[in-house]
């Protein structure tokens, strides 16, 4: 027997979650906040703890301000929880299997058994699920277009719905944005929706071999950034707003940053802060990936090295001395539904 491909709704806690989740209690989170902010007022003071009236004082100001922060969280969270709930509600009606997924679960579920995802939360969210649901029909939903830009998320809540029905009925429009792929020699591979980081996960120089256009040196760094065409106006671009104004500290040339479409089938790399030595280079720094070339990076760190994608930190492959990590564009792309 056969399932019925259902529909996935893919949620992120709010910030009044992760408040909850940290300290058990909200009741909890806030005392900490205040007590955190009356200690602040002590050092802005000199460091000289404050009386017992003024502690009072201080306490109650900022216990207003930190309700006020809460009464933000909780409208925050309150909108968030009645989209989530309106959408579910809506979409059961289609009469075929709806299921929530956290995006903590976003790698071990099974998208093999929906026909389309429905992802709402920041445009963060779209990137971390856009790696696990394959070529499924993205529809991706502004909870709260008040608090959020949503330039990865087209949709309202009013019209999600109908997006849903679009792509179940094969009338839809999508977008396909290119993603990024690193393939370690070992076999574990990962996706990148932005970018990828390749470099050590501390603040210290990360050791490799770089081969780029048929030319390979060792390098020192800060490691190492590629990106895609949704990624290019993100943290690609602090690397070259930073080499422009460089430039024009030194008075030199300025160029304009690259400009890359999400479809484009080809990346942007860029080195990050390299230092010459006697055992490191910096002739390799930035270029293009089209499709089918490959970065090749090989980890010259004992310990620390780390790739992860989408700055998600947590979700890495390890990248030490053995590893030789192959990046390039993706045979496989997101779909985002338009229309």
């Known amino acids: 027997m056969h399932s019925i491909p259902g529909i996935a709704i893919v949620t992120r806690p709010t910030r009044l979650e992760g408040l909850r989740r940290r300290w058990g209690t909200l009741g909890q989170a806030k005392f900490r906040m205040v007590q955190a902010q009356v200690q602040e007022a002590e050092r802005r003071g000199g460091g000289v703890p404050l009386g017992r009236g003024k502690r009072r004082g201080a306490a109650k100001a900022q216990a207003v301000a930190t309700q006020a922060d809460f009464t933000e969280y909780e409208r925050e969270d309150s909108v968030y929880q009645r989209v989530i709930d309106g959408l579910e509600r809506d979409l059961r009606a289609f009469g075929i299997p709806v299921k929530i997924v956290d995006r903590a679960f976003l790698p071990n579920f099974d998208f093999g058994l929906c026909s389309v995802v429905v992802v709402v939360?920041?445009?963060?969210l779209v990137a971390n699920?856009?790696?696990y649901v394959g070529a499924l029909p993205i529809v991706a939903v502004n909870p709260d277009?008040?608090?959020?830009?949503?330039?990865?998320?087209?949709?309202?809540?009013?019209?999600?719905?109908q997006a849903v029905q679009a792509v179940l009925q094969q009338k839809f429009r999508a977008r396909p944005v290119t993603l990024a792929e690193t393939l370690l020699n070992d076999g574990q591979r990962l996706l990148a929706f932005n970018d990828f980081f390749i470099g050590a996960a501390t603040h210290v120089s990360a050791r490799y071999v770089l081969e780029a256009g048929g030319r390979s040196e060792p390098q020192s760094s800060s490691g190492i950034l590629v990106s895609t065409g949704a990624g290019s106006t993100g943290w690609l671009s602090s690397v070259f707003n930073m080499a422009t104004g460089v430039a024009r500290f030194l008075a030199g040339g300025i160029a304009p940053p690259p400009t890359l479409a999400w479809e484009e089938r080809r990346l942007a790399w860029a080195v990050r802060e390299p230092f010459v030595s006697r055992q490191s280079q910096a002739s390799l720094v930035a270029g293009w990936l089209d499709e089918p070339q490959e970065l090749i990076v090989?980890?010259?760190?004992?310990?620390?090295g780390v790739i992860f994608s989408d700055g998600v930190e947590a979700d890495f492959l390890p990248f030490t001395s053995g590893s030789i990590a192959r990046v390039r564009v993706s045979e496989q792309r997101a779909n985002l539904v338009v229309g």
């Open 145 to 161: 277009p008040a608090r959020f830009d949503g330039i990865l998320l087209p949709f309202r809540t009013d019209q999600a719905r």
């Open 121 to 124: 939360g920041q445009d963060g």
């Open 129 to 131: 699920a856009a790696k």
């Open 298 to 304: 090989e980890s010259l760190m004992p310990e620390g």
